[in-house]
């Protein structure tokens, strides 16, 4: 413990980056919510174009061609050179149905866009609190590495005068060679996360530091009452609007749009002339019919899935909420119980030791102290992980 903390002063006043540090500038710079924002920006410009009508249609038409005489125009009067415009008309509330539709699926991306910044957040805070676990990890095995050579050494030392210690002196280098491969692994891992981290920030990361320890677990309740709060369930509810936005759009299409018709017909040998034609598509086939039935069946699916969300939510809050409160009561029993027995009798045993007694006894209880440490690493990871989860599952990012 006194190993950690000189080492977590010294990464203060090298410069390291906390967790906050780290959300801010994922947050701030990550690619993935600037996805999300730039199609954010655009959604205003849908906006505008939900409001505007169909564009135009512009027609030249060229009437009644003799092909003896192409040329000529004035052959007889129906011969015509017509500039036409139609104009489409969109039904009453058509426009309003499409605009309220944009702005279900704004909504959808700001939600989507909370709900990232909420994952990307809790990532980071997982990974922290990993590479935490493995650099404490990695100081009690340094620790404890010193501990054995010390040990091996020092009977080595009485083996010479007194003999009789050699098995006690194997079992030492073996435990020296478990903690050694321990090492490599848990080097490689911490390698594997940091490459992790420094995506998730993106960018070069350097020492992080973690003050964070276990405290007793606020009450239940008080969290579960927040679980409305959760940003994915957000984004299903935003879904389900965006669904029924749309049910109500295919319904309005089941109204013909009406459409004006204005030509301008030119004779060269007879007084020109003009025309107006008013039609609308006759919806007979029943097609817009079909496609209301399905986008209301779109909308109660979408509708139903937030619900299947939220049970999902509740069950996995519960999961959260166990995961929380065992890594809590693991730490309480061996940080306050199982530590403060085994330490008095760590000193004993070395004691004995170094007076010339057996290093069997004294390996054993080295190897149990070790797994009491890092069980209680271990459990303080486990604490910190499980609180990052419960953060996001009621939408916190700080």
Not at 143 to 154: A, C, D, M, S, V
Not at 307 to 316: I, Y
Not at 373 to 389: S, V
Request: charge should be negative; glycine fraction near 4%.
């Amino acid at each position: 413990m006194r190993f950690f903390l000189v080492t977590l002063l010294l990464s203060s006043l090298l410069g390291a980056e906390t967790i906050d540090t780290l959300i801010e500038r994922a947050l701030a710079k990550h690619d993935s919510l600037k996805v999300i924002e730039q199609r954010l920006n655009a959604m205003d410009d849908y906006l505008d174009k939900s409001r505007n009508f169909a564009n135009p249609e512009l027609s030249l038409g060229i009437n009644d061609i003799q092909f003896d005489d192409p040329l000529n125009r004035s052959l007889e009067p129906m011969q015509t050179t017509s500039l036409n415009v139609k104009q489409k008309f969109p039904w009453f509330g058509k426009r309003d149905a499409l605009t309220e539709k944009t702005s279900a699926q704004k909504a959808l991306l700001f939600e989507s866009l909370e709900a990232a910044q909420v994952d990307l957040t809790k990532r980071i805070r997982l990974s922290v609190y990993t590479i935490y676990e493995l650099h404490a990890h990695l100081n009690v095995l340094a620790e404890y590495e010193k501990l054995t050579r010390q040990n091996i050494e020092l009977n080595t030392a009485y083996t010479s005068t007194q003999g009789g210690r050699h098995m006690g002196i194997m079992s030492a280098e073996l435990t020296l060679s478990q903690i050694k491969i321990r090492v490599e692994k848990l080097n490689a891992a911490l390698h594997g996360e940091k490459a992790r981290l420094a995506y998730l920030v993106q960018g070069k990361i350097g020492e992080v530091t973690c003050d964070e320890y276990p405290n007793r677990p606020p009450e239940k309740s008080d969290i579960e009452t927040k679980l409305e709060n959760n940003r994915a369930y957000h984004v299903k509810r935003a879904q389900t609007d965006v669904a029924l936005a749309e049910s109500r759009v295919r319904e309005r299409q089941g109204n013909a749009d009406p459409y004006v018709k204005f030509g301008y017909y030119y004779r060269e040998a007879h007084p020109d002339y003009v025309s107006v034609t008013v039609g609308a598509a006759l919806p007979i086939y029943g097609s817009e019919h079909d496609d209301t039935e399905a986008a209301r069946k779109e909308a109660l699916a979408a509708g139903s899935a937030a619900a299947d969300f939220r049970a999902q939510l509740a069950r996995t809050f519960e999961q959260a909420w166990a995961e929380l409160t065992r890594a809590w009561h693991v730490y309480r029993i061996i940080h306050d119980e199982s530590l403060p027995q085994i330490a008095h009798m760590f000193e004993l045993s070395e004691a004995k030791v170094r007076s010339g007694g057996e290093l069997f006894a004294y390996i054993d209880l080295l190897e149990q102290k070790l797994k009491l440490d890092e069980q209680l690493i271990t459990a303080k990871a486990d604490y910190l992980r499980a609180q990052a989860k419960l953060k996001a599952l009621i939408g916190e990012i700080r």
